[in-house]
Structures are given as structure tokens and as C-alpha cells.
């Protein structure tokens, strides 16, 4: 890994990082193909579909047969992404993820956009906040939730190159957090630990980096310090890192875009109790129930997801009687 | 042709019943009314090399009604793929010839199904795939008149005749049954060649029990600018009356009565077998 941290804003959406990777990645591999079930234009892929009609493959509202059908693409050497909203590019079609692709060893990157609150006005009908626990349950599907268009850029062009199942979920016009500079590389199954306290530690996902690096700053102001983790491998699950990081911390919290049952917080829980941890752990994350509509701030602040969320979870750990 | 696909369907029969009375149960109905057709796909029309499995060049098969693949193991062992004895490991512990083809356990086998809809979908997308590199290689893949209830059995269709995928050949069994009794009590299918020409697949019916008239139907889609696609008339347990008798043969477990009906079976295909070689000396 070659991380640096950077300081320059340069608000990048990702499906504009999505057009510009893919766009490469094509006149570059010529086995790349990229499929679509009716989001190319909602995904800004328009023009890059315009320009390879070969490789690129609107598959119209049939997300099943999309999945099945890339997963025969790869068995004949193709190296196919597909795409859908989150909700339809996992939970729609979940045993054909699970059949026509992991099962039977096949090899297909899935990009899942508008997770979790980035469902907006397309509201409750829209809202996955299951997508990373449905792929991290099956077996060898690697889950990637990036943090910055740097690091979406590097998994994409290196999942392009590695053979196997992945699942990818980012929100589509996000303006980002800029994490990471340019140029910076990372490992598959290993986290990124962001700044080092000796009190709290918070593993944090996508968006909620940012979330958890602000809660950083609040709870400094508390004389606590706070160790932050980019933990965008929700699996492989970098358990090295997450034992190594707790011991000696009073309180550890997760913060994901997602329901916290199955994602990143459950993740981390089993490592925490095979491990015999002492310390408090709280899952900030969307409390079992489904979404709504709304623009991603309400939506964030009603999920209780803001950095606040993060502070109240440690000083509540921090004031418990154990 | 027709003498040695006669042949080869009997031998792919018997060995399907041989393996299935050893085991003692199984997907019988469903396995017996595609024997004739595995026998020209793998006898004469399918460019494939039983020696190297993964060869590049080969046409691929999908067996999209996965349940079926004790005929589709018989004709890959009765091929060369594997040796014949493997036959008698179905579905035994730790076996590598599990109730449904899965590819990275069974020599020859391309797709793993067995989950209805996903063979056809896989089919498409590797047509689709030889397209794209402009390759020669043909796909042939078949689909149950029951898996049609599965809408992803249409979606795929549907892409097929709009890609034009004219290296895909589809055959729809219609032995006019699933699990729980006839398609038309169950779910009516209605008229499936209408249906297929009304996706815009260039729609045929064939007699499944006829090697010439499966061939002839195969070599008529050929010629299409587009996937072809033959409706198999069959007979769920095709070729032993018994079987086809039985209504609700599509797992069958073989008892009392039904295990000297199969026995008596394999010993009229044992002898038709012989009287074919004898003719053919």
C-alpha cells in the first residue's frame, strides 16, 4: 500500500470516476465488457456505451438474466462489470449472485450504486441496507465499499484484473470526501488505519469516514483520542488489523450506510467476541428498518448517522457501568 | 445418421436406467425425454472433444433443466469424458457427479444449474460472449416446459432474438409435466412455439423421440438469422412404457414393483442394444 492523505478538494462524482475507469479499462482489455439493466443514462455511461457498442451491453430491465448471462459471459474469458442500484443489483437477484456466479467459481464484478441513504427521492422502495450483508454471506464474494474517487478508481482497475466475484457499492453523485490522494494504492483485505487515539477506535465505511474523522474531532475536544479505520474490505474482513487496533480500547465503534445487522458492524462483533475483547462495541449504522423518501441529510440525520450519532455512541460506552 | 443415433439414445437410455437402479432414486421422467436429443447434440451435431474438455473451440451445452443430468452424465461418460464406472457414484457422499451438472466437479460439464432460469440466461450470455470475439463456436441449450414458468426463461429468450444470437439453438422439452402434475393444471404454459416466435425466436416443433426429425429441426434453424428455437414434443420417462405410464414420475424412488419394471427395462435395452450392433455389422 502507497497511501497518502490529501487536503485538496476536488468533489468528484463516482459515477463520473465509473465513465472515465471504464472507459479505460475497455480500450484496454479487450475482453472487458460492461452490462447494464436500463441505468446506462442514470449512470452518465451513455456516451462510453455510444463508443464500444460491442462490450457494452444494455441488458433492459432484467436483472436476473443479466447476472446469469455475465456469469456465461465469464466462463468464455470475458471480464464483465455490471451495474444496477444497489437494491437490484443484489437483493433482486440474490440466488442468481449467488448460483450463476459464486457457486460455480464464475467471474463477475457487480457495482451496486445508492446504497443505504443515497436512495433519496427514489425512497423506501430503493433503500438497500441489506446489499452488504447478502454478499458477505455467500462464499468468495469479495465486498468493497470505497471511501474517496481515488479509491474507487484503484479497486475498479484492480478487480479488473483479478479473477472471482466482487461486489462494489457506491453512491452515484456524491460529492466526496477527498481521502486519498491521487496515485495512492491499497490492498484487497486490508484496512487503511486513518489517525491513531489510544481510547476509541472506529471502524468506518464509505461516506462515513467522514462521519466518524468529524466525531474524531468532537470527542478530541473531550480529552479522548480516537483511532480511525478505513475498513473498505468488508470482506475479506482485515481481522489482523481490527485485533490489533481494539487492544487496549475502552470503546469501539462501527459506522456504515447500511442496517447494522450483517454488514460491517456484525463483521467486526465476530472478531470482537472470538477474540474475548473487553471493550464496549457500538454499531451505528441504520437500526433494522427500511428507508424513506427524502435528500441523503435528512435521510442521514433520521438514520442517525451524522458524526453526533458516532460521539453519543462513545460517551454512552464511556459512562456505562460495565 | 439414423441407425447409430438409434444406437446411441438406446445406450444413453440404458445407462440412465442403470445408474438410477443403482442409486434406487432419482429425476427419471425428466431425464428419459431428452435421451434422443442428447443423442444428436452429442452424436453428430455438437463440434467437441471428449479428450480435451476445455477445448477452445468446442460448442458449448447447457442443460438448463439441471434435474436432468443423469441422461446428461450418460452421455458424457458413454463419449469418453469419464469412465463409465462413475455412473454408479451419483449422488453418493463426497461424489462428483452431485443430482444437478456441476461444472467444476463433472468432465465436460460447461455450466453448473440447477436453479430453473439461470441455464438459458448463462446460454444467452455465452453466445453473446462468441459474438463479441467473433467466434464460430454454437451454443445448445435445454430448457423444461415446467422452467418456463420461470420469467427469467423469457427474459433470456427475449435477449437472445434481440442480440440475434443465431449461434444459440434452444430446445423446449415438452413432456407436459413438472413436479406437481401437468403443466396446464399447474401453471398453464399454452402454446410455447407461439410464445417462443412471439419473443421473436425463430419457433419449430419437433417429435423429441425422432433422432431424424430433432436433427432436421436443428440443421432448419441453422439457417436463421436468428436463435432458434425447437419445441420438443416428448414424453416424460420417454421410451419405457412403465415409466411413462407412472403420472407422477418426475423423481421416482425405485421400489417393489417399479425395480422389475426397471429391471426388465435395462434387459430389453441390453437386447435391442446387441440386435442394433448385430444389424450394423
Redesign the interface.
Given at each position: 500500500m502507497n497511501i497518502v492523505r490529501t487536503i485538496e478538494q476536488r468533489n468528484i462524482e463516482m459515477s463520473k470516476v465509473y465513465q472515465d475507469t471504464m472507459l479505460e479499462l475497455l480500450e484496454t482489455n479487450g475482453e472487458v465488457?460492461i452490462c447494464d439493466a436500463d441505468l446506462v443514462g442514470a449512470i452518465g455511461m451513455t456516451s462510453v456505451y455510444n463508443k464500444h457498442k460491442?462490450?457494452c451491453?444494455n441488458?433492459?430491465i432484467?436483472e436476473?438474466?443479466m447476472?446469469?448471462?455475465?456469469?456465461?459471459?465469464s466462463?468464455?474469458?470475458?471480464i464483465p462489470f455490471v451495474h444496477s442500484l444497489a437494491p437490484f443489483a443484489v437483493r433482486r437477484l440474490f440466488?442468481?449472485l449467488y448460483?450463476?456466479g459464486a457457486?460455480?467459481?464464475a467471474n463477475v464484478r457487480v457495482f451496486g450504486s445508492d446504497p443505504g441513504f443515497w436512495a433519496s427521492y427514489n425512497g423506501g422502495t430503493h433503500t438497500s441496507v441489506e446489499d452488504l450483508a447478502l454478499t458477505r454471506v455467500i462464499p468468495n464474494v469479495t465486498v468493497l465499499a470505497p471511501a474517496d474517487a481515488v479509491q474507487f478508481q484503484w479497486i475498479l482497475r484492480e478487480i479488473a484484473g483479478k479473477y472471482g466475484m466482487f461486489y462494489v457499492r457506491a453512491a452515484r453523485h456524491r460529492k466526496l470526501l477527498d481521502l486519498y490522494a491521487p496515485g495512492s494504492t491499497f490492498e484487497i483485505g486490508k484496512g487503511v488505519v486513518l489517525c491513531e487515539g489510544k481510547d476509541v477506535v472506529i471502524f468506518a465505511i464509505g461516506e462515513m469516514i467522514k462521519e466518524a474523522l468529524d466525531a474524531k474531532e468532537i470527542l478530541e475536544k473531550s480529552s479522548l483520542s480516537v483511532t480511525v479505520v478505513d475498513m473498505f474490505t468488508i470482506k475479506p474482513l482485515d481481522k489482523e488489523l481490527v485485533r490489533k487496533v481494539i487492544q487496549g480500547k475502552k470503546v469501539v465503534v462501527t459506522a456504515e450506510n447500511h442496517s447494522i445487522i450483517g454488514g460491517l458492524g456484525s463483521a467486526v462483533a465476530e472478531v470482537m467476541a472470538e477474540n474475548g475483547s473487553p471493550a464496549l462495541l457500538s454499531r451505528v449504522g441504520i437500526q433494522d428498518h427500511f428507508g424513506e423518501v427524502g435528500t441523503p441529510e435528512y435521510l442521514q440525520a433520521k438514520f442517525k448517522l451524522k458524526a453526533v450519532d458516532i460521539v453519543n455512541a462513545v460517551i454512552a460506552q464511556m459512562e456505562r457501568k460495565v | 445418421m439414423t441407425q447409430n443415433l438409434k444406437l446411441f439414445s438406446a445406450e444413453i437410455r440404458l445407462a440412465t436406467c442403470k445408474m438410477l437402479l443403482h442409486r434406487g432414486f432419482g429425476h427419471l421422467g425428466g431425464s428419459l425425454s431428452i435421451v434422443e436429443t442428447l443423442s444428436v447434440l452429442f452424436g453428430e451435431v455438437m463440434n467437441v472433444r471428449p479428450t480435451e474438455p476445455s477445448w477452445r473451440d468446442r460448442d458449448f451445452f447447457v442443460l438448463s433443466k439441471g434435474h436432468a443430468a443423469p441422461a446428461y452424465y450418460s452421455t458424457l461418460a458413454l463419449k469418453g469424458y469419464f469412465p463409465m464406472e462413475m455412473l454408479d457414484t451419483l449422488n453418493d457422499n463426497g461424489t462428483n457427479l452431485p443430482s444437478h451438472p456441476d461444472r467444476l466437479k463433472v468432465p465436460g460439464v460447461d455450466t453448473t444449474t440447477g436453479s430453473l432460469g439461470q441455464g438459458i440466461s448463462m446460454a444467452v450470455g455465452i453466445a453473446k460472449s462468441f459474438k463479441i470475439s467473433k467466434k464460430d463456436n454454437r451454443v445448445f441449450c435445454i430448457v423444461g416446459d415446467g422452467e418456463c414458468n420461470e420469467g427469467q426463461v423469457w427474459e433470456a429468450f427475449q435477449f437472445a432474438a434481440h442480440s440475434k444470437l443465431n449461434n444459440l439453438i434452444i430446445f423446449i422439452d415438452e413432456n407436459l409435466k413438472q413436479l406437481d402434475g401437468f403443466t396446464t393444471e399447474i401453471l398453464n404454459p399454452f402454446d410455447l412455439k407461439e410464445k417462443a416466435a412471439a419473443f421473436g425466436l425463430y419457433a419449430v416443433r419437433a417429435d423429441g423421440s425422432n433422432e431424424k426429425e430433432i436433427l432436421d429441426a436443428i440443421n432448419e434453424c441453422k439457417e436463421k438469422d436468428t436463435t432458434g428455437c425447437i419445441i420438443l414434443s416428448t414424453v416424460k420417462g420417454q421410451g419405457i412404457k412403465y415409466f411413462e405410464d407412472m403420472m407422477s414420475n418426475h423423481h421416482v424412488k425405485l421400489i417393489g414393483e417399479s425395480i422389475n419394471e426397471m429391471t426388465k427395462a435395462i434387459e430389453e435395452l441390453e437386447a435391442k442394444i446387441e440386435l442394433m450392433k448385430g444389424k450394423s455389422q
Open positions: 465488457v460491442d462490450r451491453i441488458m433492459g432484467c436476473a438474466n447476472m446469469s448471462a455475465a456469469a456465461g459471459m466462463l468464455t474469458g470475458k440466488d442468481q448460483l450463476s457457486y460455480q467459481k | -
